[in-house]
């Protein structure tokens, strides 16, 4: 792999806010992280320990992007591979430092440098394609909705699915997953909003709470899968967002 | 010779270990700032200052959940931290060196304390420094300069120390030991040791933070 100098040096120079700056010169290596980790909690290996996940950052800061393919690759493996970006080691780290949003920045550089994980590239293509992550179309979707209320229905006969109505309460949103795999979880949603009796409403284009854009690292996309179901929710004049998870 | 090496340590070289110090915190400080206003320009301001101050707080005093789930890296954090600051400024030699050459003073500990304080101290570094070498995955993560800032620390307490309790070549000790310390202020802005100044800012930006979710400070 060749590496594009240019480029890796301008995300560098993007990325290094006042906060990375800091964190990256101020974590001492402690450990005392390591409490916090679940990856730690289920294999104490050095590499489970999230200040771990820091150092290759630092080394591409250090050698101000000189580096060979090997240290881009170690990078993307550590900070993809050993890291969902739960902030718990925050809590843990006696100088509070947020080695998530750390791993978000060294996300962000590998994504910069083409070096995005396979599969969640795939799912962040079909998420700017289709609007949520599993390429689920619309008809679908609708198709899915109206097949779990007829079910509701039987035993709750006044369940509603309200499909982009304006002025409800609610806009709700889920995980692609739940949909495309587990409808017996969108039965569970509706039942439990319609027994609560809020005033909520669906979206046929913005119904995905996930944002793998902001997962991966890539600012842009992530921004514009936010503003997807933001727009969407300003257009129907809701008063909140329910995500799912 | 070594007379000329110990004025040059207690004269210039304390002038410039101290001007490197503060300004270069100062200007750590200060990039800091200009690149956080640059940043939220444009922005509604959204600090919240009573969760960075609590957040301090319950970092300065062992009041947190790592206090819990390290407890004895947290004994040893103190008990290095609390002696090395109550000596370095409350030490009756430095006090009167200091009354000396601009004639303010303060109240100083009785020098047995010093003592005392500094073998706490260092026994704390030597605790850290076994757990980074000890500990399977903290001697994983370690490099060999957090082992040397270990050392750079420990330098100054143990040849304080030796200086006063006579240990060795007494005016070598005494040279030896502001040498070290003038390096360790010299080192502190460019270091870890920088954590100084920034574990304030840092703790600051996470509790302000953690206010806007409404978890704990700490």
């Known amino acids: 792999m060749t590496i594009d100098t240019q480029t890796l040096s301008r995300t560098l120079a993007d990325k290094a806010g006042a906060r990375l700056e800091m964190w990256l010169s101020i974590c001492s290596r402690c450990g005392m992280c390591a409490e916090g980790c679940h990856y730690y909690a289920s294999n104490p290996r050095p590499e489970h320990v999230p200040a771990f996940r820091v150092k290759p950052l630092v080394d591409l800061y250090k050698k101000r992007g000189q580096v060979d393919a090997t240290v881009l690759e170690t990078l993307r493996d550590v900070c993809y591979g050993t890291c969902t970006m739960c902030q718990r080691c925050t809590m843990y780290c006696p100088h509070g430092i947020g080695i998530a949003a750390l791993v978000h920045a060294a996300r962000g550089v590998a994504v910069a440098m083409g070096l995005t994980p396979p599969g969640l590239a795939k799912g962040l293509e079909n998420a700017l394609e289709f609007g949520n992550n599993l390429g689920v179309t619309e008809d679908d979707f609708l198709e899915t909705v ?96 329910i995500t799912a998870e | 010779m070594i007379h000329v090496v110990y004025n040059f340590a207690v004269g210039p070289m304390v002038w410039l270990a101290f001007t490197i110090c503060i300004t270069g ?120 300069k957090d082992l040397l800032v270990l050392l750079l620390v420990a330098l100054p307490l143990l040849t304080g120390l030796a200086a006063h309790r006579q240990w060795g070549d007494y005016p070598l000790m005494l040279t030896l030991h502001v040498l070290s310390a003038n390096i360790l202020l010299m080192l502190i802005p460019f270091t870890k040791l920088s954590h100084m100044a920034l574990f304030f800012v840092s703790r600051a930006a996470t509790g302000s933070d953690f206010g806007k979710r409404q978890v704990g400070a700490w």
């Open chain 2, 25 to 144: 915190l100062a200007y750590r400080l200060i990039r800091y700032r200009r690149k956080a206003v640059a940043a939220k320009k444009g922005l509604p301001g959204d600090f919240r200052t009573t969760w960075a101050v609590r957040s301090m707080l319950y970092y300065l005093l062992p009041l947190n959940r790592t206090a819990k789930s390290s407890p004895w890296s947290t004994v040893a954090g103190f008990a290095l931290h609390i002696p090395l600051l109550v000596v370095a400024f409350f030490l009756s030699a430095h006090v009167i060196m200091l009354e000396q050459s601009w004639g303010v003073a303060w109240p100083t500990i009785p020098d047995v304390w010093a003592d005392v304080l500094t073998i706490i101290a260092l026994a704390a570094l030597g605790f850290l420094a076994l757990k980074r070498l000890l500990h399977p995955a903290l001697r994983g993560l370690t490099e060999p």
């Open chain 1, 146 to 241: 109206e097949w779990q209320l007829e079910e509701l229905q039987e035993e709750m006969p006044f369940a509603r699915a309200p499909m982009d109505k304006e002025g409800a309460e609610f806009l709700l949103t889920f995980h692609p997953r739940d949909i495309k795999f587990y409808p017996q979880n969108l039965f569970n949603y509706l039942k439990l909003y319609n027994a609560a009796g809020i005033d909520f409403t669906m979206s046929s284009k913005a119904w995905d709470s996930t944002n793998l854009g902001l997962f991966a690292g890539d600012v842009a996309k992530a921004s514009r899968l936010a503003a997807n179901v933001a727009d969407t929710a300003e257009r129907l004049k809701v008063k909140a967002l």
